[in-house]
């Protein structure tokens, strides 16, 4: 298993994780950009925004769907890699669980398949993605708001300690609220991500992780966490 989680941010603070990103994939095969979390009438500015994204790194080939139903159809076996994009994790998930899409989603990755998941696209690999609700609605009315779950257990946040002073407070106690619940998370500012090679956990970027279970644990770039 291979799958990067990315904790969101520009092109600047995504340097690390983006050249990471390029050195795991064949770039002779396309990857396909999922952007679903968005609004369909942001769909023609997404495909810009990844170009934009990847192409200093010489990822050239990038095919975009926009109808997740039709997911089915396509052979995934002709895909370097996966990329979820970030928007509203609620909408996102709803769909991939609606049309089936997260079960092939899961297939690619245990058939060794790469794949990207930016804020969004990198919670839905929470145990439950009730870990960001205090910063997404759920503008679908899901229900089942179980995850990817391959952190075995643990839920993950994005964009952590990148707002103002007050709203860094606020994202901080609620965190704590949830993992007093029994929840455990890694929090990702926008400048780090993890690479996730089945048990094995790596941090990139230039900012530390936290990890909130226990216990509250700060994990720098380039640590291994191994999962338990």
Not at 14 to 41: C, F, G, H, R
Not at 67 to 95: A, H, M, Q, V
Not at 152 to 181: M, P
Not at 207 to 225: I, R, S
Request: charged content about 25%.
């Amino acid at each position: 298993m291979k799958v990067i989680l990315c904790g969101g941010g520009d092109a600047k603070q995504t340097e690390e994780v983006n050249k990471l990103y390029a050195s795991q994939i064949n770039k002779d095969k396309p990857i396909l950009y999922i952007p679903i979390a968005m609004e369909e009438n942001k769909f023609p500015s997404c495909i810009e925004w990844i170009q934009n994204e990847l192409l200093p790194y010489d990822i050239k080939k990038i095919e975009m769907i926009t109808n997740i139903y039709s997911l089915k159809e396509y052979d995934l076996k002709k895909y370097s890699s996966i990329y979820i994009g970030g928007g509203n994790t609620y909408r996102l998930l709803y769909l991939l669980k609606n049309s089936g899409a997260i079960q092939l989603i899961q297939n690619f990755i245990e058939n060794d398949g790469v794949v990207f998941g930016g804020s969004a696209g990198a919670i839905i690999f929470s145990n439950d993605i009730c870990c960001t609700d205090y910063a997404d609605e759920n503008v679908v009315n899901l229900i089942d708001t179980k995850g990817f779950d391959i952190l075995k257990g643990y839920d993950i946040c994005c964009h952590y300690t990148n707002r103002d002073t007050v709203r860094n407070a606020y994202e901080f106690q609620w965190i704590s609220d949830y993992v007093a619940k029994g929840n455990k998370v890694f929090a990702l500012p926008e400048e780090t991500s993890l690479f996730v090679e089945d048990d094995k956990v790596t941090v990139i970027g230039s900012v530390q992780c936290t990890l909130f279970g226990t216990d509250v644990a700060t994990l720098k770039p380039n640590m291994v966490y191994h999962l338990r």
